[in-house]
């Protein structure tokens, strides 16, 4: 017989472990039985089980940081289904379940679909905080898709109008349950983004049974709210109901209400905001100017400005007395040539035909020309002798 490799029992857990884990079908996997034989370590925090059906039965255990967010009591006897991977614990060679997440077996099919596309979303990125959007502070328009007779959209409307009767409201009516709701919304959610109609979306509808609420499971519903380019408010039932909109949604709200609440500011509030503001800034310019004129007045004090209009007022003398002379001047040099024109004007009044008229004199014309010879006129014609006072007409004899 050939030689065999021995090993030992340690080596053969692990290998199998091993095995066991680096197999991606075990990693995560969904089982549904009835809780027995459950322990609560409470100094760990673990928890400790055994599934089982009719006809097996396995080891399970929920470690301390998924345990804690367990919000109802396990207990023997309790339906599940559970969400984990397969691993083999070592030191008793047993494999055993490791429980991420476990959910109470009542809801059946739906709560293992919903687990399923809920793994599938987040293993895509869809539930990450990074792609989440800012709701706008003071939307001018808020877009709400839910149905048009039911609780949510009264709801929405009262409080809206009472708190921000500013912002214009759309409603888009759609299915909220039934075969056709998921279509209905996603169509919704797509045609208020391709009109750009709304600043934000409010999603959702009042409370109910998980069928109910159902079509906020729908993948094509998770999609077209991850793909809005305007900020998706999910309000999908109660405080306690959570859907797979709820995950992907850029912010969740416990109820349609409450959904109203985040995308409208409260009128009263922003008013007192505003007066405050007001009181604030008018404070803070009286501090500024009375700030200012004690500078000013220090300023004063230090004798600089006094310097400086003192400097003004020498100025201002001394170009006053430029003026005065200037003035002067100008003067003088006008009475010099009033004196020089009157010389003037005098001397050209000796020289005037008139002035000598004046003194005894006249003057003969003929044909308006002065005569100044006998030669310049004939015995008959007539003429004209110009005197101080008038003309005499003559003849020549």
């Not at 995560?28 to 459950?38: A, K, P, T």
């Not at 399970?60 to 691993?87: F, T």
């Not at 004798?303 to 007022?313: A, D, K, Q, W, Y």
Request: a negative charge; glycine letters at 6%; one cysteine or more.
């Amino acid at each position: 017989m050939a030689e065999q490799t021995v090993i030992t029992v340690s080596q053969l857990n692990r290998y199998i472990k091993a095995v066991i884990e680096e197999n991606p079908l075990m990693n995560n996997v969904f089982v549904m039985g009835e809780i027995s034989n459950f322990k609560n370590h409470y100094s760990s925090g673990h928890f400790y089980m055994t599934l089982k059906d009719e006809n097996a039965a396995v080891s399970a255990v929920i470690y301390r940081a998924n345990a804690q967010r367990i919000k109802y009591d396990l207990y023997d006897g309790l339906n599940v289904i559970v969400r984990g991977r397969v691993s083999l614990y070592e030191k008793s060679g047993q494999y055993q379940i490791i429980i991420d997440d476990i959910q109470p077996q009542g809801i059946g099919e739906l709560a293992l679909a919903f687990e399923q596309l809920k793994q599938k979303l987040s293993q895509q990125g869809l539930f990450d905080t990074q792609y989440k959007k800012p709701i706008p502070k003071y939307p001018s328009k808020i877009g709400v898709i839910t149905s048009a007779t039911g609780a949510a959209i009264r709801d929405i409307t009262n409080i809206i109008s009472r708190r921000f009767p500013l912002a214009e409201l759309i409603v888009y009516p759609v299915e909220v349950q039934g075969v056709n709701a998921a279509p209905s919304i996603s169509k919704a959610i797509r045609e208020m983004n391709e009109y750009k109609a709304a600043d934000v979306l409010i999603v959702g509808r009042g409370g109910g049974s998980i069928e109910d609420l159902w079509a906020y499971n729908e993948e094509k519903v998770a999609l077209a709210v991850f793909e809005s380019e305007i900020p998706v408010i999910s309000a999908v039932g109660h405080e306690t109901d959570f859907t797979i909109c709820d995950f992907v949604a850029d912010v969740r709200a416990e109820t349609p209400s409450a959904a109203a609440e985040l995308c409208a500011p409260d009128k009263e509030s922003e008013l007192i905001k505003i007066s405050s503001l007001k009181n604030s800034a008018e404070k803070s310019l009286s501090f500024r100017f009375e700030n200012e004129k004690s500078k000013l007045s220090n300023l004063y004090e230090k004798s600089i400005l006094p310097s400086f209009f003192n400097t003004f007022n020498v100025n201002k003398m001394q170009i006053d007395m430029l003026c005065d002379n200037v003035n002067e001047k100008f003067k003088s040099s006008v009475t010099k040539k009033k004196n020089e024109l009157s010389v003037i004007i005098k001397k050209l009044e000796v020289l005037n035909p008139i002035s000598v008229i004046g003194r005894g004199f006249s003057v003969a014309l003929k044909d308006e020309k002065v005569i100044r010879s006998i030669n310049d006129v004939l015995t008959g014609d007539r003429i004209k002798l110009k005197v101080t006072d008038g003309e005499i007409d003559c003849e020549v004899i």
